[in-house]
């Protein structure tokens, strides 16, 4: 960290200010229908303790015709916040072409336009469908912005701190949702709930014209647009006067004149979210059949024996990640704890947040001290064992247990179920094939979260009529934690130490 922080630039702290502003938006737009769901659906009029202090974001204006509510059943209201994957799972398959055509900085450019739009759409709507589509088109800004940026960061972070500067991407995720849950717990009354999306247009233009200051990728430019000169006059204004640039210079092209990210990360149109996309292991499959580019495509890692077993493994923490149960809390807590904790769901929702992006940050160093799959084994009992006690203590009408059941769920997601899967994305693999493994990973990633942010809402309400309570559902998320903690502890390989890929299926075939 002291190394990082000695080779900060003011001009490098812009830059990732404002290239983070699309994460933190994900994460905004991902949390921003919890807090007031109640009232954005017509259940009630208000959930906010402070309506009061706050009512003049909703006194009555006559010459507005804006509703205060949005009438829906469970299912739409489910629909409307799912959508919002479909359209990640969209923007993020369509982006890294773009990027990789385009350049960085109007890719980036393009979500802010999306992420605007989506905004004005959702502030604006009086209907589900309407809603709906803005909530798809703020979908699509997210996804992209999971693929652009973290390659941004990449190529203009120094070469030896990219792992730090990467985690900036899950943080800034982190730090959308506590800012739109703290902003549900005031205005989550009346049609102040519209203020909440509103502050989504706001956040957009100052990414717009944030990224007006911003420069595209100097290694994008000096390979694929071919303006050495520019390139390297962008990047020492990046690095400072003082500071040699030559060592990057070198490492921008190889024999073909590509660029080593480029080759690795955006071949399948997509880049890793919080790793080093440059720092990618070998290949494990060297004699393996390639495409006529020389790498494996999105069904020959399947088809192929040596990668199959890898994509099984990123598939599988995928689909652990989100079947946990993690978005059923950022998405959905301030309703669910409502029952139990109805003068303080939102506030702890707040806290929720604040303990996700503690635990984030502080967590960071243990997959490179522990190792990756200790942390997920950590992670996924953690939350198993937690889902089991939240269920329990919300059947038996245990508050005070809730709450605290709460809390250690979400902290044993950001142990290693959070950032972990996406590092072995990368890792498991080699260069040939890590494009497209990304591929699987992207797509099951959005897959699973659409099913939590679905059907979540409407199993919960069912399981609740059928057994007359709450809290059932938390019984399912242990029961999956229990099943993805014995699929992990036999098909996911150690990687922390392993050089490369070969090494580490080649110790798995030895032992085996």
Not at 195 to 222: K, M, N, R
Not at 388 to 413: E, H, M, R, T, Y
Not at 446 to 464: G, R
């Amino acid at each position: 960290m002291a190394s990082a922080l000695r080779s900060l630039t003011p001009y490098l702290v812009v830059l990732m200010a404002v290239s983070t502003l699309g994460p933190l938006q994900f994460g905004f737009h991902l949390a921003e229908l919890n807090a007031p769901e109640d009232v954005i659906t017509c259940r009630k009029k208000s959930i906010s303790t402070l309506e009061k202090a706050v009512s003049f974001v909703s006194r009555p204006n006559p010459s507005t015709t804006l509703i205060d509510c949005i009438p829906m059943d469970r299912s739409s209201f489910a629909a409307i916040s799912a959508i919002f994957t479909v359209g990640g799972l969209f923007g993020a398959l369509t982006a890294g072409p773009f990027t990789s055509s385009r350049g960085r900085r109007l890719a980036m450019q393009v979500t802010a336009i999306f992420f605007l739009l989506g905004s004005i759409v959702e502030t604006l709507a009086a209907s589900v469908p309407i809603m709906g589509l803005g909530r798809f088109l703020t979908g699509v800004g997210a996804g992209a912005s999971t693929v652009i940026v973290p390659l941004y960061i990449s190529e203009v972070a120094p070469p030896a701190q990219r792992g730090f500067f990467g985690a900036f991407t899950q943080i800034s995720i982190n730090v959308g949702i506590l800012f739109t849950q703290t902003l549900g717990y005031f205005l989550s009354h009346g049609n102040a709930w519209r203020w909440i999306l509103g502050t989504g247009i706001v956040i957009a233009v100052t990414q717009a014209f944030g990224l007006l200051l911003v420069p595209e990728s100097p290694a994008w430019t000096a390979t694929a647009n071919g303006d050495l000169v520019r390139a390297r006059r962008v990047l020492q204004r990046i690095r400072g006067k003082h500071f040699s640039i030559d060592e990057e210079v070198d490492a921008w092209g190889d024999d073909n004149g590509k660029l080593p990210s480029e080759q690795e990360s955006l071949l399948a149109g997509e880049a890793d979210a919080s790793l080093d996309v440059a720092a990618t292991p070998l290949s494990p499959q060297a004699d393996a059949p390639r495409a006529d580019n020389g790498h494996l495509g999105f069904a020959q890692v399947v088809r192929e024996p040596l990668t199959r077993p890898a994509i099984i493994a990123v598939v599988g923490i995928m689909f652990a990640q989100q079947l946990c149960g993690i978005n059923s809390i950022i998405m959905y807590s301030v309703s669910l704890l409502r029952d139990l904790l109805p003068t303080s769901s939102a506030l702890l929702t707040i806290i929720i947040s604040v303990i996700n992006l503690g635990t984030t940050i502080a967590s960071s160093p243990l997959p490179d001290r522990l190792g990756r799959k200790t942390c997920l084994l950590i992670s996924i009992i953690g939350q198993g064992s937690s889902s089991l006690a939240l269920a329990l203590s919300i059947v038996f009408g245990l508050k005070i247990l809730s709450a605290i059941a709460v809390l250690f769920f979400v902290a044993f997601f950001a142990v290693g179920l959070g950032p972990v899967p996406f590092i072995l994305a990368s890792e498991l693999v080699g260069p040939e094939a890590v494009g497209a493994t990304q591929s699987w990973a992207l797509g099951a990633n959005y897959i699973a979260t659409f099913l939590v942010a679905y059907l979540f809402p409407i199993i919960n309400e069912a399981l609740n009529k059928a057994f007359g309570g709450a809290g059932w559902v938390y019984f399912i998320f242990a029961g999956f934690a229990l099943v993805f903690a014995g699929f992990i502890a036999r098909n996911v390989p150690e990687t922390r130490g392993r050089k490369d890929a070969d090494e580490v299926w080649g110790r798995i075939r030895r032992s085996d």
